[in-house]
Protein backbone atom coordinates (compact mmCIF):
# COMPACT_ATOMS: atom_id res chain seq x y z
CA UNK A 1 0.00 0.00 0.00
CA UNK A 2 1.63 3.34 -1.17
CA UNK A 3 -0.24 5.94 0.96
CA UNK A 4 0.71 9.88 0.08
CA UNK A 5 0.36 12.83 2.33
CA UNK A 6 0.68 16.57 2.76
CA UNK A 7 0.59 16.84 6.33
CA UNK A 8 1.41 21.18 6.30
CA UNK A 9 3.11 23.67 3.41
CA UNK A 10 5.65 22.92 1.79
CA UNK A 11 5.98 19.36 2.90
CA UNK A 12 5.42 15.92 1.93
CA UNK A 13 5.53 12.54 2.91
CA UNK A 14 4.66 8.60 1.74
CA UNK A 15 4.35 5.51 3.24
CA UNK A 16 4.53 2.08 2.20
CA UNK A 17 3.26 -0.74 4.24
CA UNK A 18 3.97 -4.15 3.84
CA UNK A 19 5.67 -3.52 0.79
CA UNK A 20 8.82 -1.63 -0.25
CA UNK A 21 10.01 0.70 -2.91
CA UNK A 22 11.43 -1.39 -5.79
CA UNK A 23 14.62 0.12 -6.63
CA UNK A 24 17.70 -1.88 -5.30
CA UNK A 25 21.27 -1.27 -4.33
CA UNK A 26 24.54 -3.44 -3.47
CA UNK A 27 25.14 -3.68 0.15
CA UNK A 28 28.96 -2.49 0.64
CA UNK A 29 28.95 -2.87 4.53
CA UNK A 30 26.57 -3.00 7.64
CA UNK A 31 26.45 -1.90 11.00
CA UNK A 32 23.99 -3.33 13.66
CA UNK A 33 23.33 -3.33 17.74
CA UNK A 34 21.31 -5.32 19.86
CA UNK A 35 18.72 -4.61 22.18
CA UNK A 36 17.01 -6.40 24.78
CA UNK A 37 13.48 -7.68 24.10
CA UNK A 38 11.16 -7.97 26.67
CA UNK A 39 7.53 -8.56 24.57
CA UNK A 40 7.94 -12.62 23.32
CA UNK A 41 4.86 -12.35 21.82
CA UNK A 42 4.98 -13.84 18.03
CA UNK A 43 4.44 -11.07 15.49
CA UNK A 44 4.28 -10.77 12.13
CA UNK A 45 6.92 -9.83 10.13
CA UNK A 46 6.78 -6.15 8.40
CA UNK A 47 8.16 -4.11 5.85
CA UNK A 48 7.46 -0.48 5.62
CA UNK A 49 8.63 2.59 4.23
CA UNK A 50 8.72 6.39 4.37
CA UNK A 51 9.93 9.03 1.90
CA UNK A 52 9.67 12.77 3.22
CA UNK A 53 10.34 16.36 1.79
CA UNK A 54 10.33 19.34 3.37
CA UNK A 55 11.31 22.50 1.81
CA UNK A 56 13.04 23.94 0.84
CA UNK A 57 14.73 20.87 -0.47
CA UNK A 58 15.19 18.25 2.59
CA UNK A 59 14.91 15.11 1.39
CA UNK A 60 15.34 11.42 2.54
CA UNK A 61 13.36 7.73 1.85
CA UNK A 62 14.20 4.60 3.69
CA UNK A 63 12.91 1.56 4.75
CA UNK A 64 13.15 -1.61 6.82
CA UNK A 65 11.94 -5.16 7.01
CA UNK A 66 10.94 -7.05 10.34
CA UNK A 67 11.72 -11.24 10.83
CA UNK A 68 10.21 -12.27 13.85
CA UNK A 69 12.76 -14.73 16.00
CA UNK A 70 12.27 -16.26 18.84
CA UNK A 71 15.22 -14.77 20.82
CA UNK A 72 16.04 -12.46 23.44
CA UNK A 73 16.91 -9.65 21.46
CA UNK A 74 16.09 -7.33 18.93
CA UNK A 75 18.64 -6.77 16.45
CA UNK A 76 18.86 -3.93 14.26
CA UNK A 77 20.88 -3.92 11.03
CA UNK A 78 21.61 -1.39 8.57
CA UNK A 79 23.24 -1.89 5.24
CA UNK A 80 25.22 0.46 3.61
CA UNK A 81 25.62 0.92 0.11
CA UNK A 82 27.72 3.19 -2.14
CA UNK A 83 27.51 7.11 -1.77
CA UNK A 84 25.71 7.31 -5.51
CA UNK A 85 24.16 4.26 -6.42
CA UNK A 86 21.55 3.69 -8.93
CA UNK A 87 19.61 7.11 -9.87
CA UNK A 88 15.66 6.84 -8.11
CA UNK A 89 12.87 8.10 -10.26
CA UNK A 90 9.35 8.93 -9.20
CA UNK A 91 10.19 10.32 -5.67
CA UNK A 92 8.97 13.63 -3.91
CA UNK A 93 12.50 15.41 -4.01
CA UNK A 94 13.00 18.44 -6.02
CA UNK A 95 13.56 17.27 -10.22
CA UNK A 96 16.36 19.57 -10.18
CA UNK A 97 18.28 17.42 -6.80
CA UNK A 98 18.90 14.22 -8.26
CA UNK A 99 18.45 11.35 -6.02
CA UNK A 100 20.42 7.42 -5.67
CA UNK A 101 19.43 4.83 -4.05
CA UNK A 102 21.26 3.43 -1.44
CA UNK A 103 21.87 4.29 2.68
CA UNK A 104 25.34 6.17 2.83
CA UNK A 105 28.10 5.83 4.94
CA UNK A 106 27.38 9.35 6.25
CA UNK A 107 23.36 8.32 7.37
CA UNK A 108 23.85 4.94 8.60
CA UNK A 109 25.08 5.96 11.93
CA UNK A 110 22.63 8.03 12.58
CA UNK A 111 20.09 5.67 11.03
CA UNK A 112 21.39 3.01 13.89
CA UNK A 113 21.43 5.77 16.58
CA UNK A 114 17.89 7.00 16.06
CA UNK A 115 16.36 3.39 16.09
CA UNK A 116 17.70 2.05 18.86
CA UNK A 117 16.58 5.47 20.88
CA UNK A 118 13.13 5.00 19.77
CA UNK A 119 12.55 1.32 20.42
CA UNK A 120 14.43 1.76 23.42
CA UNK A 121 12.00 4.43 24.96
CA UNK A 122 8.93 1.30 24.31
CA UNK A 123 7.53 -0.51 26.79
CA UNK A 124 7.36 -3.63 24.66
CA UNK A 125 10.52 -4.77 22.79
CA UNK A 126 10.15 -7.86 20.31
CA UNK A 127 12.47 -9.78 19.48
CA UNK A 128 13.69 -10.44 15.83
CA UNK A 129 15.88 -8.72 13.15
CA UNK A 130 15.07 -4.84 12.08
CA UNK A 131 17.10 -4.31 8.75
CA UNK A 132 17.23 -1.34 7.11
CA UNK A 133 17.59 -2.47 3.75
CA UNK A 134 16.30 0.39 1.49
CA UNK A 135 17.53 3.65 1.06
CA UNK A 136 17.59 7.34 -0.81
CA UNK A 137 19.34 10.30 -0.80
CA UNK A 138 19.63 13.57 -2.80
CA UNK A 139 22.43 15.48 -3.83
CA UNK A 140 21.95 18.60 -1.74
CA UNK A 141 18.86 17.83 0.05
CA UNK A 142 19.73 14.90 2.12
CA UNK A 143 21.18 15.46 5.09
CA UNK A 144 21.72 13.47 8.66
CA UNK A 145 18.88 15.46 10.22
CA UNK A 146 16.63 14.46 7.26
CA UNK A 147 16.94 10.96 7.72
CA UNK A 148 17.00 11.07 12.21
CA UNK A 149 13.23 12.49 10.76
CA UNK A 150 12.46 9.84 8.49
CA UNK A 151 14.05 6.98 10.67
CA UNK A 152 11.61 8.37 14.01
CA UNK A 153 8.38 7.76 11.41
CA UNK A 154 9.69 4.55 10.52
CA UNK A 155 10.11 3.07 14.41
CA UNK A 156 6.94 5.09 15.27
CA UNK A 157 4.96 3.30 12.57
CA UNK A 158 6.79 0.02 13.67
CA UNK A 159 6.16 -0.19 17.18
CA UNK A 160 2.20 1.42 16.70
CA UNK A 161 -0.11 -1.32 15.60
CA UNK A 162 -2.74 0.81 15.21
CA UNK A 163 -1.24 2.36 12.41
CA UNK A 164 -1.22 -0.32 10.02
CA UNK A 165 -4.81 -0.27 10.26
CA UNK A 166 -5.76 3.10 10.64
CA UNK A 167 -5.20 5.32 7.88
CA UNK A 168 -5.90 8.50 10.05
CA UNK A 169 -3.47 7.18 12.95
CA UNK A 170 -1.03 6.62 10.58
CA UNK A 171 -1.41 10.22 8.68
CA UNK A 172 -1.64 11.56 12.89
CA UNK A 173 2.25 9.90 13.38
CA UNK A 174 3.60 11.12 10.08
CA UNK A 175 1.67 15.39 10.63
CA UNK A 176 3.09 14.96 14.53
CA UNK A 177 6.58 14.11 13.36
CA UNK A 178 6.65 16.23 10.13
CA UNK A 179 5.72 19.42 12.10
CA UNK A 180 8.76 19.30 14.48
CA UNK A 181 11.94 20.58 13.85
CA UNK A 182 14.58 18.92 11.97
CA UNK A 183 16.86 19.50 14.83
CA UNK A 184 14.93 17.80 16.85
Not at 129 to 140: E, M, P, Q, R, W
Amino acid sequence: MDIRFNPGEFKKGRIWLDELPSERYITEGEICSTIEANDRTIRIGKRAAAEVFIAPRHFARLGFEYVYKDSANLEIHVNIGKDCGPPVTNTLALPSDPVYSGITNEYAPTILDRSTKEISKNEDIPSGVLTFKLGAHSDYGSNRAIFKKVTRILMKIFLDEEAWEDQQRLAQIVRNEMEGSLLE
